[in-house]
């Protein structure tokens, strides 16, 4: 296979005929595995009980999604990169869909959701870490203000999406399919929320670059 | 909730503007951000929207970080081949 078609090369034999399209098909799919499979030779851990032969199949599976995904945007490709980088942020797309979809399956995000402990127990324990007295106030009063701004402020699918990926880690990608959304409006949401948290300190008189350097935060 | 992580949302926080890019558009422009960063250029410094928008979203971050590094590979004529990346698995 070739992998050293210029930008130039690629687009015309993609859009070629016959024998040039079928060879540039092949070498772009080929590609397009690779990348699948780089994306999870760095994420085993998503892939915890399946066999190398199981995994491999969804590299494959990631790899034909993103060649119809790169073939239906080819007129999108505006040279400004390499084809090729061009062409794999597809399969390092579809990848990392398919490797969170399996690490999380089976957790009810619902659950999580609605489970608040993960953050105010914190608040609650998280007072004896060395900080002076004085400092562990203000530490919990800007703790405070922030749960106030979440349970008074924010929308419900603002806390929601807060409370699974901020408190709880949960992958963009996961939330996305878990409200039958997409990325940009989880992003927004998230976005938000942090535009009022925000807000929400500096009208109660705290800028937040100051409340970094009181939790030890350099920036 | 681990202080490290409630600190790293802090510091999100603090860097929050008032327009930020989407996930969509860091994807358009994430390829050439890469393009940019390794041909040695400041891409931070020419596309900041893209680099404030992957500094907030963790999922953009990764694909990036991937996206390099897979590109550096392939740059040095050191992609894995499949066979290589399926031992890996």
């Not at chain 1, 402020?153 to 806390?159: G, I, S």
């Not at chain 2, 953009?60 to 740059?75: K, V």
């Amino acid at each position: 296979m070739s992998t050293t078609r210029t930008n130039q090369e690629w687009l015309h034999d993609l859009n070629a005929n016959g024998a040039p399209q079928e060879a540039a098909i092949a070498d772009l799919r080929e590609l397009l595995l690779r990348a699948a499979l780089y994306f999870f030779s760095r994420n085993v851990g998503d892939f915890r009980g399946m066999d190398r032969e199981e995994i491999t199949q969804r590299a494959e599976d990631c790899a034909q999604d993103a060649l119809m995904a790169v073939l239906d945007h080819l007129s999108d490709f505006r040279g400004d990169s390499k084809f090729t980088t061009w062409a794999y942020k597809f399969a390092i797309n579809t990848a990392m869909m398919a490797a969170r979809r399996e690490r999380w399956k089976g957790v009810s995000l619902d659950e999580l959701a609605s489970d608040e402990s993960h953050f105010f127990d914190w608040i609650l324990q998280d007072r004896s870490d060395g900080s002076a007295p004085e400092q562990s106030a203000i530490q919990a009063e800007i703790q405070r203000i922030i749960r106030d701004v979440i349970e008074q402020d924010l929308t419900e699918n603002q806390r929601r999406v807060v409370f699974l990926m901020v408190f709880n880690e949960v992958p963009m990608d996961e939330v996305v399919r878990h409200l039958g959304t997409n990325r940009n409006a989880i992003y927004k949401m998230l976005h938000d929320a942090r535009r009022k948290i925000k807000s929400g300190l500096q009208s109660r008189g705290f800028e937040v670059a100051e409340t970094l350097a009181l939790f030890g935060t350099s920036r | 909730m681990k202080k490290h992580r409630f600190e790293r949302w802090l510091q999100n926080i603090d860097r929050t503007e008032d327009e930020e890019i989407s996930c969509s558009e860091c994807f358009d422009l994430v390829s050439h951000f890469v393009e940019v960063e390794l041909t040695g250029q400041d891409a931070a410094a020419k596309m900041p929207g893209l680099k404030q928008h992957l500094d907030q979203c963790a999922a953009c971050r990764e694909e990036y970080e991937t996206l390099r590094d897979l590109q550096i590979l392939e740059n040095k004529g050191e992609l894995p081949s499949a066979d290589d990346l399926q031992d890996k698995l």
